[in-house]
């Protein structure tokens, strides 16, 4: 498997993951919500805390690098 190919992999599993967490959070918490507006809200606030993607070229070759915008933490996938 491609590094590219793992790398969107991974960012769409946690994108599924945050998007149905925050959607079962906020329905929680709102019960009379409108369903599209729900999932609007959601899309967002998981578009904000998901992992963002940054190839970095090296001598080596590529690297792609998955960083979170609360953790100085950075992901290098080879």
């Known amino acids: 498997m491609k590094t590219t190919t793992k790398a969107s992999l991974y960012i769409f599993l946690i994108f599924l ?4 967490v925050m959607r ?3 329905q929680m918490v709102f019960n009379d919500i409108n369903p599209y507006l729900l999932s609007a809200i959601s899309a967002g606030i998981t578009v904000i805390l998901s992992p963002q993607r940054r190839v970095v070229k090296k001598q080596s070759g590529d690297q792609i690098q998955l960083k979170w915008l609360f953790s100085k933490k950075v992901i290098i996938l080879k």
Not at 17 to 20: K, Q
């Open 17 to 20: 993951i945050t998007y149905l």
């Open 24 to 26: 079962f959070c906020i």
